[in-house]
């Protein structure tokens, strides 16, 4: 049964700072890779998508990349802003899951002015 | 804006109460998700329609019951809820039940069970 782990649970840094985000999942058989940005009291904004064949993607200041050998993910943020502060989810579709995604708990970051 | 919108955005209700969860969509979509979001742990999906078919239900209780009546719009009817049932009610479409197919999220509902 896949699971998604995101660690930490939280994180806080400094503006102005790259950071990285870690996803790490246990069955390496997906269609793809799914990062999230979900604000207080607001729904989630997809971030970037990697299929499986693709080792990485990048939009602005994020790029995410994918090891699905190793199982593993990250998202760099640089030049981290406030406006960053956020809480950022992953979900991977497993191939055997009829389509369904698999959701970390997410890492909830702070980014202190 | 994702052009997925859900009412009411905050719901208090008693555990004999009937509400409804309203979600609507403006993208064009034929594929539509209900999620629970608790406190600390992973989303967890609750139903699917495809083209207005129930393709998916997660073995949810039926306290929860789902309706959708077109492409366009999908309802969770509720009652006889318990207190573990308080969460956010997450909505999204997405073009299809299809692989890769890039999921959108409404604002989410927040229930509270009293």
């Known amino acids: 049964k896949q699971e998604v782990t995101q660690i930490p649970a939280a994180l806080s840094v400094p503006e102005g700072e790259n950071l990285v985000l870690n996803c790490s999942f246990t069955?390496?058989?997906?269609?793809?890779l799914q990062w999230f940005r979900q604000d207080p009291g607001k729904g989630l904004t997809s971030l970037l998508l990697?299929?499986?064949s693709q080792r990485e993607q990048t939009s602005g200041r994020l790029n995410a990349s994918l090891d699905k050998s190793s199982g593993r993910s990250t998202l760099y943020i640089a030049a981290s802003q406030p406006g960053d502060s956020a809480t950022y989810l992953c979900a991977v579709v497993p191939m055997d899951s009829n389509y369904q995604l698999i959701w970390g708990a997410g890492t909830k970051l702070i980014i202190k002015p | 804006e994702t052009g997925v919108t859900q009412t009411p955005r905050h719901l208090v209700m008693g555990m004999t109460n009937k509400k409804s969860l309203k979600c609507e969509q403006h993208l064009g979509h034929n594929a539509m998700y209900w999620y629970k979001q608790s406190a600390k742990k992973p989303l967890e999906l609750m139903f699917v329609y495809n083209f207005k078919e129930q393709t998916e239900n997660n073995s949810v209780p039926s306290r929860f019951s789902p309706e959708c009546p077109n492409s366009s719009h999908l309802f969770l009817h509720l009652h006889t809820l318990q207190p573990e049932d308080s969460a956010l009610y997450l909505c999204?479409?997405?073009?299809?039940?299809?692989?890769?197919?890039?999921?959108?999220f409404g604002p989410g509902t927040r229930l509270t069970v009293t």
């Open positions: 999204a479409s997405s073009q299809d039940r299809a692989t890769g197919r890039e999921q959108y």
């Open positions: 069955d390496s058989a997906i269609y793809n």
């Open positions: 990697i299929q499986s």
